[in-house]
């Protein structure tokens, strides 16, 4: 048995002694070359695999989406669903254990805690995916037909048989459920009924079947959408749904075979979000936002994911807050919105809150007085921190007509002092969450008009990204400068702002109106600034820095490290990943400075 | 061995147990079993096997699901200082089966296939006295030695006068082997199969090891 296999590493750590005695039991360990592909897009994958040397690629058609380090388990989601959505690339030489699927479905039937991870990365990913334009592909899931999904057979025992014969013909056929008739009823009996008549009712082993069945079935036909059978599950509370066709049992719909489908369509934190019918209703939402970030981080979900899975459910969070908030004139002539990395939709541990209201016209002096009050107070209620800059509704600088702020951008233009360019980043990265958008749209098209061509206003504004060195020497080598013993090294000033900062000023002056950060990249890239190949690059040094904040961030959180990164404490991998980010920030650098010229400042 | 041909042939006709039998004839599985024991000491005259594992190896994929492992009675004291090698007392072994009874088992289930291993003469001496006693043959099977292949591929083409080190940990840490702890025939055995996927990898792709590794300075 490999003694290696860490029983530690989640979700093995929620299995028994005896369960995990199966897994070693039942591993195979593969080798794969740099290229070798694991998994196939559209295949059936036949095991689970671990990664215990090496990295694998998950990718998208050409696009890397994640890279598996060591003990890193994939695919869960192809797992469940049978078919892969990625391919599984080896990065460099890997070695992998190797689960067969029937063991790791085996062990998710008889352990809910272990199904429970599956469940949640599952969900997670989907509910990720979701949110990233792929509405529609979840839409299309819900209205997907049960006859799609793969069911688990059904198998018909006659209700005369006794429970003895019916737990060995269920072990036998691997089944957990059988369809028991009995005197022209159909009923259903399933491990745990036999279990419950043996132990828990003493009935001896010679009972008749039929007489612990139970014939409430629920059923569901082929033709079915999935979201129907999402809705009986609920609806009864049952794990598991009888699909018939007229007379023709046809299989079982577990839970199992639907959770890909439960997250996308209604995560249960959205539903709460959408159903507060008052302030307070909304507190506790708030709370498990910013708890979630850190299960995510734990179960493996990635940064861009989870920043994006926050952003939304903050956004809807203000939505309805706003909606509770808000009297009417300024829900009708008002825009709210996010600026900064809310924004930006990368903000994952709550920071600030960065916000502010747009106005069409000038509303009721005390109702805009209330609002800005009620709502910035709910805000700071829920643990969102006031912005120290005052970038909040309750600002009047930051709630006001769109007049008002066109009159300032012209201002800020002509002072090219800090507080403009702080300003002017903080707007330029804003995003409506409420109320009329077309507001917002039209005051960022100002803005970008007033400061068109301003070619010394825009390299003043770029020159914050030399404010920090990037810690990376000439020969590639760290320069560890931050933290107490000085072996540390700060990867949001060092890397992810200049590289936020400086795609943000070259976006500004192309008049783009994207705000995340990677897709600025990638259009900036589309414009030619740079190539797609170093775009890529400078994406994946982007995700890869905020990947490592964040856990940095959590570990402070835990009370423990100072938040800052030490490359002695990471791995090989890590280490020239590290390397590679920092030295793509470094060359984007260059690439910042002569597109402004900031060699003449 | 030389002859190892000739010395087959007599094997196969003067061998006593039929039960053996199994091992002669032409390998057509593919596969090959990397092997380990575990002993007393280190002479194949004297000292006995106190542990094997053997594992399976198919096409890049090491089948640890479908290992053979056993623990085997000495029929002698063991002394302290392999004890503290293998960490396996006296105790420990008690409950084991004799090696009359787990030699068939595992001859049965290495079969035709080759044997892969690390200082495999030493682990191949030592089942060869078992089985001239029992059943008067040696080991027929081919055998591959892992520090032979990882010799191949790094000093093949070495000048004169290189430093040469084919040491367990050294090739392990050389081709990047997961740290196992050794000592342990299970594990000496997966990591000998890894050696061994990744050698015949490199070999069948004309990969050399470089000799000069160049240590980063952190």
Redesign the interface.
């Known amino acids: 048995m490999p003694k290696v296999f860490d029983r530690h590493a989640p979700p093995f750590d929620r299995l028994t002694e005896p369960e995990i005695e199966e897994v070693r039991a039942a591993l195979d360990i593969g080798y794969f070359r740099a290229g070798d592909v694991l998994l196939h897009r559209g295949a059936p994958a036949e095991a689970l695999y671990v990664v215990i040397k090496g990295a694998v690629e998950e990718r998208d058609a050409s696009e890397v989406i994640d890279l598996l380090g060591p003990k890193r388990l994939f695919d869960s989601r192809a797992l469940v669903q049978g078919a892969c959505a990625h391919d599984f690339v080896a990065a460099e030489e890997t070695l992998a254990y190797i689960l067969p699927r029937d063991k790791a479905l085996d062990l998710m039937r008889r352990n809910p805690a272990f199904a429970a991870h599956f469940y949640r990365e599952t969900s997670d990913k989907l509910e990720a995916f979701a949110s990233r334009s792929e509405k529609r592909e979840v839409g299309a899931l819900m209205r997907a037909h049960i006859s799609e999904l793969s069911l688990t057979p059904a198998v018909e025992i006659d209700g005369d048989l006794t429970l003895a014969d019916a737990g060995r013909l269920m072990n036998e056929r691997h089944v957990d459920a059988v369809i028991v008739h009995d005197h022209g009823q159909t009923g259903i009996a399933t491990g745990m009924s036999l279990a419950k008549a043996v132990v828990l009712d003493r009935k001896p082993l010679e009972t008749r079947i039929g007489d612990v069945a139970r014939y409430d079935l629920v059923t569901v036909s082929p033709q079915d959408f999935v979201a129907t059978a999402l809705v009986a599950m609920t609806r009864h509370a049952k794990r598991r749904l009888v699909v018939r066709e007229g007379e023709t049992f046809l299989g079982f719909l577990e839970d199992l075979h639907l959770l890909g489908f439960i997250a996308g369509s209604s995560p249960v934190v959205t539903g709460r979000i959408e159903r507060a019918g008052s302030v307070a209703d909304l507190a506790p939402t708030a709370k498990e936002i910013a708890a979630q970030v850190e299960r995510l981080h734990r179960q493996g979900l990635k940064v861009q994911a989870i920043a994006e899975v926050t952003s939304d459910l903050n956004r809807r969070l203000m939505r309805r807050l706003f909606e509770l908030t808000a009297p009417d004139s300024i829900r009708r002539h008002g825009c709210l919105i996010v600026m900064g990395s809310e924004g930006r939709g990368e903000q994952t541990v709550r920071t600030d809150q960065d916000n502010g209201l747009l106005l069409a016209e000038p509303v009721d002096a005390a109702d805009l007085a209330t609002f800005r009050r009620r709502f910035s107070e709910a805000l700071a209620s829920f643990g969102f921190p006031p912005c120290p800059g005052g970038v909040m509704v309750s600002n009047p600088e930051w709630s006001r007509t769109v007049e008002d702020y066109e009159s300032d951008f012209r201002r800020w233009a002509v002072v090219p002092e800090e507080r403009s360019f702080l300003n002017v980043a903080i707007f330029y990265d804003a995003q409506a969450v409420a109320g009329n958008a077309r507001l917002l749209d039209h005051a960022k098209q100002a803005m970008i008009d007033t400061l068109k061509g301003e070619k010394v206003w825009l390299g003043h504004f770029a020159r914050a990204i030399e404010q920090f060195t990037v810690p990376v020497g000439f020969f590639r080598s760290f320069i560890t400068a931050e933290g107490r013993k000085g072996d540390a090294l700060d990867v949001k000033k060092g890397g992810i702002f200049p590289i936020l900062h400086g795609i943000r000023a070259i976006a500004l002056e192309l008049g783009l109106t994207e705000t995340s950060t990677s897709r600025r990249i990638e259009l900036v890239a589309a414009w030619g600034v740079f190539g797609a190949d170093f775009a890529k690059e400078l994406n994946q040094a982007f995700l890869f820095l905020s990947e490592l904040k964040l856990d940095a961030q959590l570990k402070a959180q835990r009370g423990l490290g100072d938040g800052l990164v030490r490359p002695n404490e990471m791995s090989a991998i890590e280490r020239d990943l590290l390397r590679d980010a920092l030295y793509a920030v470094k060359q984007f650098r260059e690439i910042v400075r002569r597109h402004f010229n900031l060699s003449v400042f | 061995m030389p002859f190892r041909p000739l010395v087959r042939l007599i094997d196969r006709l003067a061998m006593t147990d039929r039960r053996y039998a199994v091992l002669f004839g032409k390998d057509t599985s593919g596969e090959a079993v990397a092997i380990d024991c575990e002993t007393t000491g280190l002479d194949p005259w004297q000292d006995e096997i106190i542990a094997v594992a053997a594992i399976p190896i198919r096409d890049?994929?090491?089948?640890?699901?479908?290992?053979y492992?056993a623990l085997v009675r000495p029929t002698g004291p063991v002394a302290a200082t392999s004890i503290k090698i293998h960490q396996l007392r006296e105790m420990d072994l008690a409950a084991a089966r004799p090696i009359e009874e787990v030699l068939p088992e595992l001859m049965a289930f290495i079969g035709r296939r080759p044997l892969v291993g690390y200082y495999l003469e030493f682990d191949v001496a030592m089942l060869n006295r078992y089985l001239l006693s029992f059943a008067n043959i040696h080991v027929p099977n081919p055998q591959i030695e892992v520090s032979r292949l990882y010799y191949e591929r790094k000093f093949g083409d070495a000048p004169p006068g290189t430093e040469i080190d084919l040491r367990f940990a050294t090739i392990a840490k050389d081709l990047?082997?997961?740290?196992?702890?050794v000592h342990?025939a299970?594990?000496d055995a997966?990591a000998t199969?890894?050696m061994y996927?990744?050698l015949v990898?490199y070999r069948a792709?004309g990969i050399r090891i470089a000799r000069m590794r160049d240590y980063e300075?952190?």
Do not use: C, Q, W, Y
């Open positions: 890049g994929r090491i089948l640890t699901s479908a290992r492992e990047g082997i997961p740290d196992l702890p342990d299970f594990n997966l199969a890894m996927v990744k990898d792709r300075a952190e």
